[in-house]
């Protein structure tokens, strides 16, 4: 029997009561700024340093580093930890994807509309250069300013934690080792892989603004839930265009996905869900009109405009995101 999709009103980008585009550009920009002093050459500028910067400097949507600031802004908080943070999560995101375009994991030979780091650089360099960014993204946490060692240190474990061998790792392990598998088992692997980055990446604003636990366990929630709806959406991006994507097309074939697991109509009608608990979530933790709201909005805005996705009377379907929104790198 055919469920019905969940309708996910936080898509109408219409409620919000001015689009802060250029508030999240400039907050794009200095993170942009920032990771690339803190990647500054210090030594020779070799083929190390050229890797690692080519990765963490590359065209992505900065979308860790921004739900961090973003979170962080909507709770009031504008501590001068932030930044060095948020780009933490992101030299981490970057190492990330050094690792998974590998030859012996994904197997990618674009990313962000470029060669692979690998092949950019060589295998060798490239594993090497995704060591180096994730011990400078420890580093970089442990030097931040303006904030209790105490905070510092949590900051820290946490972070260790997310990436570890309960984390990141593991989910990596188990989308190249899991094999076929039960849903339920491949959303595990989805929230370990890219769930938990997201969700470290609001842990931290709640860390730093010393947000109240139930107000954190709810930011986490989100995180969890928007985590399992943008794997769903990567997962659909595999068999576009890579002119489009910046990506590889076809790495997804035969791969316990939701997708192939589920069948499209059914994976989009889960994504329609996470986004709909992520969205309660969020209104719970920080109310309706947040700016993370508004960017969870333009990162789904395509979604919310597939008539399948949110079948809903025409006037309540009225979800065009504005021109200025829509030039956001959001594939
Ligand atoms: C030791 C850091 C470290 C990791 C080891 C390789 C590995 C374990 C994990 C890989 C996890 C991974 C790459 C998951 C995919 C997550 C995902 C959906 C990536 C795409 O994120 P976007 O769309 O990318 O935010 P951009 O390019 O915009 O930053």
Redesign the pocket.
């Known amino acids: 029997m055919k469920t019905a999709t969940p309708r996910y009103d936080g898509l109408r980008l219409e409620q919000f009561d001015r689009a802060p585009v250029d508030e999240m550009a400039e907050m794009r920009f200095a993170i942009d700024r920032r990771i690339d002093e803190l990647l500054a050459v210090s030594g020779p500028l070799d083929q190390l340093t050229n890797a690692m910067r080519a990765s963490a400097l590359?065209?992505?949507?900065?979308?860790?580093p921004l739900l961090l600031m973003l979170v962080a802004r909507d709770l009031g908080c504008a501590s001068k930890a932030l930044i060095d943070v948020a780009c933490a999560v992101?030299l981490?995101?970057?190492?990330?994807?050094?690792?998974?375009d590998l030859p012996c994991?994904?197997d990618a030979s674009l990313?962000?509309g470029k060669p692979a780091i690998h092949i950019q650089f060589g295998e060798d360099v490239a594993i090497l250069a995704?060591?180096a960014?994730?011990s400078r993204a420890f580093g970089v946490l442990s030097q931040a300013q303006d904030i209790q060692p105490a905070t510092r240190a949590r900051l820290v474990a946490t972070l260790a934690q997310t990436?570890g061998e309960q984390g990141?790792?593991r989910?990596?392990?188990e989308?190249l080792h899991g094999g076929a598998r039960s849903p339920e088992a491949i959303a595990t692997t989805n929230e370990l892989?890219?769930g938990l980055?997201l969700g470290v990446a609001v842990d931290m604003a709640s860390i730093i603004c010393h947000a109240g636990d139930d107000v954190a366990q709810q930011l986490r929630a989100f995180a969890l839930a928007a985590g399992q709806a943008?794997?769903i959406k990567?997962d659909f991006?595999d068999g576009k265009d890579s002119a489009v994507t910046?990506k590889d097309t076809g790495k997804d074939v035969g791969k316990a996905t939701l997708i192939n697991t589920l069948g499209r109509d059914e994976a989009l009608r889960r994504l329609a869900a996470c986004l709909l608990e992520a969205d309660r979530c969020l209104v719970a933790a920080v109310g309706a009109k947040g700016r993370t709201r508004q960017f969870v909005a333009q990162l789904f805005a395509k979604e919310a405009k597939a008539k399948r996705f949110a079948p809903e009377p025409a006037k309540a379907r009225d979800a065009r995101p504005n021109a200025q929104l829509a030039e956001l790198?959001l594939t």
């Open positions: 590359s065209a992505g949507k900065r979308m860790r992101e981490v995101h970057a190492a990330s994807l050094i690792l998974d994991m994904d990313r962000r995704s060591v960014l994730l990436v990141l790792v989910g990596q392990f989308d892989k890219t980055l943008f794997q990567d991006l910046g790198p």
